[in-house]
C-alpha cells in the first residue's frame, strides 16, 4: 500500500511520526511518503492523487495539510486522521473522513495505524 503522512509543520512530525513509523513493521508492508523528507520540488499533489491512503496527523490545523485532504478527498483515496488524545481537531474534518484515530503515545498511535490498515 503506498501511504501519504499529511502533518502541520508546526508539529514536531519527526520525532512524533515519521521516526515511530520508520522504526515500527509498518514499514515492510507498505510504502510511506513523507513529504518532509524529500525534495521540496516534488510535486506532492501527484503523490497524494497516486496513494491508496492519506494518514493526517491533524493534532494542529494547517493550512497546507488542508489542502493535500482537499486533493485526497477529490480523488476518493480513503483519509485517516490520526490526533493525541484530548485535542480538539477541526470539526471540517467529518465532511472528508469517518475515520478517526486518537492516541495516547507513539506506540498507542502505531498499534491503531496497523490496525486500521489491517482491517480496511
Known amino acids: 500500500m503506498n501511504?501519504?503522512?499529511s502533518h502541520s509543520t508546526k508539529y514536531d512530525y519527526i520525532n512524533k511520526i515519521y521516526n515511530p513509523i520508520?522504526?515500527?513493521n509498518l514499514?515492510?508492508?507498505n510504502n510511506f511518503f513523507?513529504?518532509?523528507d524529500n525534495n521540496k520540488t516534488i510535486n506532492t499533489k501527484e503523490i497524494v492523487l497516486?496513494?491508496?491512503l492519506v494518514i493526517a496527523?491533524?493534532?494542529l490545523p494547517a493550512t497546507g495539510q488542508g489542502i493535500e485532504l482537499g486533493w485526497a478527498d477529490y480523488a476518493q483515496t480513503p483519509i485517516l486522521c490520526i490526533?493525541?488524545?484530548g485535542l480538539k481537531i477541526s470539526s471540517s474534518l467529518k465532511f472528508i473522513t469517518n475515520n478517526f484515530i486518537e492516541y495516547?503515545?507513539?506506540e498507542d498511535m502505531i498499534n491503531k495505524i496497523d490496525d486500521f490498515i489491517n482491517n480496511s
Open 34 to 36: 513523507f513529504p518532509h
Open 57 to 59: 496527523e491533524v493534532s
Open 3 to 5: 501511504i501519504y503522512i
Open 104 to 106: 495516547e503515545n507513539v
Open 83 to 85: 490526533y493525541e488524545k
Open 27 to 29: 514499514v515492510k508492508c
Open 50 to 52: 497516486n496513494s491508496d
Open 22 to 24: 520508520k522504526n515500527s
